[in-house]
């Protein structure tokens, strides 16, 4: 399949880094990260447009789009260190759902068995279940664990009578086995679903889920000390999946189903750092942007920065266990940086 670039708007890639075909390895192979987007959003329930999601996440960032971004806490370049490349979107036409998340599973799968860390741009959540399931299916059964940030847990049976939807895709996840439920955490949940017997189905899969006033009451960090334990306890990886609206709406108003009292940007971009620069971060996506409801570009920024926050993580967690001396992000912001290459 030949790379059709976006399929919704120019053909811009994120940031400007290099475009690649599928369809020439040469193109991409070599690369550790690896941008696909995902334009589906045949799965909403309430306000659609989150096939416009990945063009906005590409190109959310008011620096040059030159396919560099040092980072000034980690002092990295997640996009030349990690060789990122941008495979453009995957064809997902309108009304074609089981086809369209099989074509994402096939792009997200031959990318995840080069080594390489898929992150997809959604599109709805519906996506999560290809993302996921094209990546875990190149571990060992159970060995992948999900950090999934959201308002919604997306445990739903069906959505309007069709087991596909932005709120059944984490159900279709523990359902298939491929990941275990004590292995599945969701943070940011609140408002007003799932219903009792929703919640019930969950505790009986073994999820941990940390609802609003347990992040606030606890705080960020020990929520992520807590789950990082578990995970390093029987998990040789991590996928990451980050619905925007887990933020608050008065940082990301740019999505279908806003719930108000939740993440600060703040709080998330701390929380997917860490992610990349502790754990083996083999998969990611970032779904749920929809331009039309954004106001000042604000969602779409924070979800490019979601991406970047992470990919620094990673590049500074491959430089740490090979041997570097780098800043933490508490550091004063001068010391120990490395000298200029000249």
């Keep these: 399949m ?21 369809a020439l390895p040469a193109t991409w192979h070599g690369a550790k990260a ?16 989150t096939k416009l999601g990945p063009q906005a996440i590409r190109i959310g960032d008011y620096n040059p789009q030159d396919g ?6 980690l ?13 453009g979107d995957v064809e997902m036409p309108s009304g074609e759902t089981e086809r369209s998340l099989k074509a994402l599973e096939a792009v997200v799968s031959e990318v995840a068995a080069t080594g390489a860390i898929p992150v997809i741009l959604g599109g709805d959540h519906t996506i999560a279940y ?3 399931m094209g990546v875990v299916r190149h571990f060992e ?5 999900v950090i999934h940030f959201d308002a919604h847990a997306d445990t739903g049976d069906t959505h309007f009578g069709s087991p596909w939807g932005h709120g059944t895709s984490m159900r279709r996840i523990l359902e298939d086995g491929s990941v275990r439920g004590d292995r599945f955490f969701q943070i940011g949940l609140r408002g007003y679903w799932p219903e009792p017997e929703t919640l019930a189905w969950m505790a009986e899969q073994g999820m941990r889920c940390y609802e609003m006033s347990e992040v606030e009451d606890r705080g960020m960090g020990a929520i992520l000390d807590e789950v990082f334990a578990s995970i390093r306890s029987d998990c040789d990886a991590v996928f990451l999946s980050l619905d925007i609206d887990a933020i608050d709406p008065a940082h990301a108003p740019g999505t279908g189903t806003p719930e108000p009292g939740g993440l600060s940007s703040r709080e998330a971009l701390f929380a997917v750092r860490r992610i990349g620069m502790e754990l083996n971060v083999v998969g990611m996506d970032v779904v749920e942007v929809a331009p039309s409801y954004d106001h000042a570009e604000l969602t779409s920024y924070v979800a490019n920065r979601v991406v970047l926050e992470t990919l620094a993580g990673v590049a500074w967690r491959r ?3 090979a041997g570097e001396s780098l800043r933490r992000p508490a550091e004063p912001l001068l010391s120990n940086r490395r000298p200029l290459e000249s």
Excluded: W
């Design 34 to 49: 690896v941008i696909v987007g995902a334009p589906f959003d045949g799965g909403t329930s309430h306000r659609s447009g």
């Design 141 to 145: 059964q159970g060995k992948v664990a």
């Design 75 to 87: 002092d990295v370049d997640p996009l030349r260190e990690l060789c990122v490349v941008d495979l």
């Design 319 to 321: 430089r740490h266990d």
């Design 130 to 132: 290809p993302d996921v």
């Design 68 to 73: 560099a971004r040092p980072h000034m806490a």
């Design 2 to 22: 030949a790379r059709i670039g976006n399929l919704y708007g120019p053909d811009a890639t994120f940031l400007g880094i290099p475009a690649a075909d599928l």
